[in-house]
């Protein structure tokens, strides 16, 4: 295109931008009368806005909150106290039962032949002892009669050595024949024997007196612990039942009729009804936070139900100084983190059984700290 017709282009363009007709301006004074209401009406929004960040402000001082809660609970672990059979399964998961409920019956047939056997030896230990005392009776009878023969003896031997006497200065004299010394000697000789026999029979006696006390002693001793056994096998055999210590939820179950389970094997878990919050609060949220201070607890299950309750204690601590592995500050590159200390808040309102409260479900709980 030449030089003319482009100029003959661009000429005809600033005609029809001539031609086009512009809006009509607003005169001066309408201008000037708008500002002033905008910059009140901005004034009145941002004071406002600062009237309604001050009132928050001074309204959620006086609160503490966080999302970093939970329901606990001590949950209660069944296990066995013996080992053996399960015959019976008598609860269900997610059931509710009353405290002393059954819950699990194991085979008793073991646990009763025990029994049967500490009743047998326990009876055992109870006629021996009646043995022993009777025992007891003949050698204390043996023990009398042996001292009144010693006692004869004695008076034998104690005559025997008189009559010697007399009769020596006799036979000196002739007055006796020797004969009858001879005689006097070995009866004192013999009666002096006897008696040395009598008293070592006595010892005897006396001595079995003792073996018979001994002997009773023993006996007494096993029944004693015969008795412990028939106790403890009886306790094997309540054992065999399991019931649930307290009231609340099955949970967790794991065990079915057949299975053959060991002492302390966790079978089933039971949840109580007794639950409480446990909120992970920044340490620096605590300067306020007291004992007794009300709370409202939301919950996420249930939008919109609002619980009341009050905190019951501060953990002496935070949270990782009772974790598994808690920091070790001294060794390494330090990093200062805010930590989290549990609080304690238990629930005012009586809980709605409709709506049932689990451990680990997450709450929101806020506190009143002024």
């Known amino acids: 295109m030449s030089t003319d017709?482009?100029?003959?282009?661009?000429?005809s363009r600033c005609a029809k931008r001539e031609a086009t007709p512009r809006p009509a301006e607003a005169p001066e004074s309408a201008r000037t009368s708008r500002r002033p209401l905008r910059l009140v009406l901005a004034g009145f929004a941002v004071l406002a806005l600062a009237v309604g960040a001050t009132l928050w402000w001074?309204?959620?001082r006086h609160y503490e909150s966080t999302d970093d809660a939970f329901i606990d609970v001590h949950v209660v672990k069944i296990a066995p106290q013996v080992a053996g059979r399960v015959a019976r399964v008598l609860v269900d998961d997610n059931q509710t039962v009353a405290a002393g409920a059954p819950l699990i019956e194991l085979d008793p047939v073991d646990f009763q032949a025990k029994l049967d056997q500490a009743l047998g030896a326990?009876?055992?230990?109870?006629?021996?002892?009646?043995?022993?005392?009777a025992q007891q009776a003949v050698a204390a009878a043996n023990a009398q009669e042996a001292q009144?023969?010693?006692?004869?003896?004695q008076a034998n031997a104690t005559n025997a050595a008189s009559q010697l006497e007399r009769d020596r200065p006799l036979a000196e004299q002739h007055v006796v024949s020797r004969q009858q010394l001879d005689n006097d000697l070995a009866n004192a000789r013999s009666t002096a024997a006897t008696l040395v026999a009598a008293q070592k029979k006595q010892a005897a006696a006396e001595a079995q007196l003792g073996v018979t006390q001994s002997q009773i002693e023993a006996a007494r001793a096993s029944i004693a612990s015969a008795d412990a056994q028939v106790e403890a096998a009886r306790l094997d055999l309540s054992y065999t039942r399991i019931a649930a210590p307290r009231a609340g939820r099955i949970t967790r179950k794991n065990v079915a009729a057949g299975d053959y389970v060991q002492t302390g094997q966790n079978l089933m878990a039971l949840v109580p009804s007794e639950v409480w919050v446990s909120a992970n609060f920044k340490e620096t949220q605590l300067a306020h936070m007291r004992v007794g201070q009300p709370a409202e607890i939301t919950i996420d299950a249930y939008p919109g139900v609002i619980v009341h309750g009050h905190v019951d204690s501060v953990q002496a601590g935070s949270g990782a100084a009772f974790s598994l592995l808690p920091p070790e500050n001294?060794?390494?590159n330090y990093v200062k983190i805010v930590q989290r200390v549990p609080v304690k808040i238990v629930f005012d309102d009586a809980l709605d059984a409709a709506r049932p409260l689990g451990p680990g479900m997450?709450?929101?709980?806020?506190?009143?700290?002024?």
């Open 58 to 60: 001074l309204d959620a």
């Open 148 to 153: 009144a023969q010693v006692a004869v003896a």
């Open 330 to 332: 001294a060794t390494g």
């Open 362 to 370: 997450s709450v929101v709980p806020t506190i009143k700290v002024r």
């Open 5 to 11: 017709e482009l100029t003959s282009v661009d000429e």
């Open 122 to 133: 326990q009876a055992s230990g109870r006629a021996a002892l009646a043995q022993a005392k």
